[in-house]
């Protein structure tokens, strides 16, 4: 068995009692496969980076599971067959930290810059002065 995390992103049409109930499809997917689910994080609705489907959200979920790699290809078959699954995406992993396993939440919402952290971020001035342009005359000629 091999360790691996898996991000599903479910299409965002689905409330959250069809939301559970994905979840633990896929749980159960995963169990029929011969695997076997350590840890589920449900990180709920976000914004997605590109539009999939015309979709501009989705409801992500974050599986931690051990499978044997030769029940990986099967798997991903069934994966892909599930109509609310936007994306997917496996990849080994090397375990879950124990800092992983007591978090309740994975994602927390990202803080906005404070006043402080804005004023300590001033533009770098130039070290050296530029030289001066020369001024060339135009003919009337050359600018027709």
């Given at each position: 068995?091999?360790?691996?995390?898996?991000?599903?992103?479910?299409?965002?049409?689905?409330?959250?009692?069809?939301?559970?109930?994905?979840?633990?499809?896929?749980?159960?997917?995963?169990?029929?496969?011969?695997?076997?689910?350590?840890?589920?994080?449900?990180?709920?609705?976000?914004?997605?980076?590109y539009?999939?489907?015309?979709?501009?959200?989705?409801?992500?979920?974050?599986?931690?599971?051990?499978?044997?790699?030769?029940?990986?290809?099967?798997?991903?078959?069934?994966?892909?067959?599930?109509?609310?699954?936007?994306?997917?995406?496996?990849?080994?992993?090397?375990?879950?930290?124990?800092?992983?396993?007591?978090?309740?939440?994975?994602?927390e919402?990202?803080?906005?810059?404070?006043?402080?952290?804005?004023?300590?971020?001033?533009?770098?001035?130039?070290?050296?002065?530029?030289?001066?342009?020369?001024?060339?005359?135009?003919?009337?000629?050359?600018?027709?």
């Open positions: 068995m091999r360790t691996y995390e898996l991000m599903v992103i479910f299409r965002p049409t689905l409330d959250e009692s069809a939301v559970a109930a994905e979840t633990e499809k896929v749980a159960e997917l995963i169990q029929s496969n011969g695997g076997t689910v350590a840890q589920t994080k449900v990180w709920g609705r976000r914004k997605l980076a539009a999939i489907d015309d979709q501009l959200e989705g409801s992500y979920v974050l599986y931690y599971l051990d499978l044997a790699p030769s029940a990986l290809e099967p798997f991903e078959f069934n994966l892909k067959l599930d109509e609310n699954v936007l994306r997917y995406m496996i990849v080994k992993s090397e375990g879950i930290s124990e800092a992983e396993a007591s978090a309740e939440t994975v994602a919402p990202v803080a906005e810059a404070t006043e402080e952290a804005v004023a300590v971020a001033e533009p770098v001035e130039a070290e050296t002065e530029a030289a001066p342009v020369e001024e060339t005359p135009v003919s009337e000629e050359s600018a027709e």
